[in-house]
């Protein structure tokens, strides 16, 4: 989960809930993290679907739940705004490259 909720109403202890808690609760997080897990459920009915909610910066909680898990790939989604320039671009941050970089896993990258 992102260090900060989805909009400024999200009560704080959502931010701290388990996979779990967030879906049950209804809460903004955890509905979007239910339409996720019926997305993948769906798409490969043979693969089981196990939501986790992680806290912390994304970079280093992705990364501790490969090497935690053992995951041997990861899937993630990339893109850059259209106007970003070349100069501006290395002041981006760049979860998406941090990722590729620094990952124990195969990592397929989604445009």
């Known amino acids: ?3 900060v ?3 400024w109403e999200s ?10 808690l967030a879906i049950e609760r209804g809460s903004r997080e955890g509905v979007y993290l239910l339409k996720g897990v019926e997305a993948l459920g769906g798409s490969a009915p043979s693969v089981r679907v196990c939501p986790r909610l992680r806290h912390g910066l994304v970079v280093d909680e ?8 053992g995951h041997q790939l990861l899937v993630i ?3 850059r705004a259209p106007q970003a320039s070349r100069q501006l671009a290395p ?5 998406a490259d941090q990722l590729l970089t620094h990952s124990p896993c195969s990592v397929l990258i989604v445009r």
């Not at 704080?12 to 388990?18: C, E, G, I």
């Open 91 to 95: 002041f981006l941050d760049d979860v």
């Open 1 to 3: 989960m992102s260090q």
């Open 77 to 79: 989604g990339a893109h």
């Open 62 to 69: 992705v990364l501790a739940e490969i090497r935690q898990a």
């Open 11 to 20: 009560p704080s202890d959502d931010l701290a809930a388990t996979a779990e």
């Open 5 to 7: 909720a989805l909009s």
